[in-house]
Structure formats: structure tokens, C-alpha cells
Antibody, heavy 122, light 112 residues
Framework: HVQLQQSGPGLVKPSQTLSLTCGIS??????????WNWVRQSPSRGLEWLGR?????????DYSTFIKSRMSVNPDTSKNQFSLQLRSVTPEDTAVYYC????????????WGQGTLVTVSS | DVMLTQSPLSLPVIPGEPASISCRSS???????????LHWYLQKPGQSPQLLIY???NRASGVPGRFSGSGSGTDFTLKISRVEAEDVGVYYC?????????FGQGTKVEIK
């Protein structure tokens, strides 16, 4: 039974870095059958895929074009988790952020974290 | 990026009646492996989205048989054969054929 547990602050000041972590149980971050994603949701922009990391002989990362310059997704094999860092945030980055597993045979997201509301405000 | 357009955006339903949601893509979602990389999710109030249908027509584990997905290429449909009260929420389609994955705008289903 796979579960994802998110952690991180709910309030970030403008121009600072948003950092979230997603702990994995029931799977491993280095699995060849899974990819580990961040998705966010806001009333104005809906659901947006942000980026992913996954291991297929070596580590790969992909990012959505609109956020690529500000974002990093990193695996941590020692803690079986992965993280999101979003730099230079503005109020438009206020959203619920989800960590999500994508399972290779289904070709899509199948397990979601509980979501973290992150507000960007001074 | 691939754009997905859902219709309708709001769908009042009567319990026991059928319901249908359309998702149209700006590009074909048919992969060379023969699968359509179009999936359906339901987000109930206060919850994370949950997978209903993957690869166009496959029901996810635990999803009731009243949900079905069909379509190919650029036109897809989610059908509920007989709506139940627990089916209310927002339904999203998602494409994963391109490296950048994109969602539809969502269709809000509520009891009439």
C-alpha cells in the first residue's frame, strides 16, 4: 500500500524559495516502474504539472516549460523521499501543491499526497 | 503543449440517470504502442484527485463498473451509466503522451 506524506511550510515570503518534501512508503524513489512528480492547483490556473524525477539506469528530471527556470526536483535515496524547490516566488505561486506518483504501466498519476496549501505573502 | 478542452464545464445530474463528459485534445494522444494516453480523475470536495480511468478505457482498481471511458486520437468520453450521489465533484482529463503533461479545465458534477 503506497502512501505519500508531504511536509513543508505553508507560508513563504515573496522572492524567497518554496521548499517541500514528499516521503514515500510502500515504494522506493529509485524504482524503475515509478516517477515522482509535483503538481499544483489554484482557482485561477487549475491543475498544473510542474516537474518529475525518476530512475531508469540513471536519474532523470523533467520540468514544465513555464516554470523550468525556477524549479528543482531532487531525489533522496537515503531517506526514500523527493523534494521540490521553487525559487523567486510571487503571489501567483500561491496554490495547493501535491506530490504524486506516476506508475509506468498505467502511464499516469496513481497515488497522490494529501496536498499542502502554500501561500506566498509578506 | 497539448491543450485539453472539456465539455460541459458544469453538469447537473439526476441520481439514477446517465451522464457524459467530453475531452477533446489539440493533438492526437495515440502513442505508437497503440495506447491512448488519456486518463480521467475525480476530485471530491476537500480531497486529492483520484484515478478513475487510465489509458483511455481501463478502470482503476476499486472504481465501480458504472464508470467507463472511450475514444481515440483526439476525442474522448467519460460515461457514468447511473449517477449516484457519491459521484459529485470535479472530473478532469489528463494527457500524458507528451513529456509535458496537461489537464483539462475540469467539469463540475452536482446533483440537480
Amino acid at each position: 500500500h503506497v502512501q505519500l506524506q508531504q511536509s513543508g511550510p505553508g507560508l513563504v515570503k515573496p522572492s524567497q524559495t518554496l521548499s517541500l518534501t514528499c516521503g514515500i512508503s510502500g515504494d522506493t524513489v529509485s524504482s524503475n516502474l515509478s516517477a515522482w512528480n509535483w503538481v499544483r492547483q489554484s482557482p485561477s490556473r487549475g491543475l498544473e504539472w510542474l516537474g518529475r524525477t525518476y530512475h531508469r539506469s540513471r536519474w532523470h528530471t523533467d520540468y514544465s516549460t513555464f516554470i523550468k527556470s525556477r524549479m528543482s526536483v531532487n531525489p533522496d535515496t537515503s531517506k526514500n523521499q523527493f523534494s521540490l524547490q521553487l525559487r523567486s516566488v510571487t503571489p501567483e505561486d500561491t496554490a495547493v501543491y501535491y506530490c504524486v506518483r506516476a506508475e509506468r504501466t498505467k502511464g499516469t498519476f496513481d497515488i497522490w499526497g494529501q496536498g499542502t496549501l502554500v501561500t506566498v505573502s509578506s | 503543449d497539448v491543450m485539453l478542452t472539456q465539455s460541459p464545464l458544469s453538469l447537473p445530474v439526476i441520481p439514477g440517470e446517465p451522464a457524459s463528459i467530453s475531452c477533446r485534445s489539440s493533438q492526437s494522444l495515440l502513442h505508437s504502442n497503440g495506447y491512448n494516453y488519456l486518463h480521467w480523475y475525480l476530485q471530491k470536495p476537500g480531497q486529492s484527485p483520484q484515478l478513475l480511468i487510465y489509458l483511455g478505457s481501463n478502470r482503476a482498481s476499486g472504481v465501480p463498473g458504472r464508470f467507463s471511458g472511450s475514444g481515440s486520437g483526439t476525442d474522448f468520453t467519460l460515461k457514468i451509466s447511473r449517477v449516484e450521489a457519491e459521484d459529485v465533484g470535479v472530473y478532469y482529463c489528463l494527457q500524458t503522451v507528451q513529456p509535458t503533461w496537461t489537464f483539462g479545465q475540469g467539469t463540475k458534477v452536482e446533483i440537480k
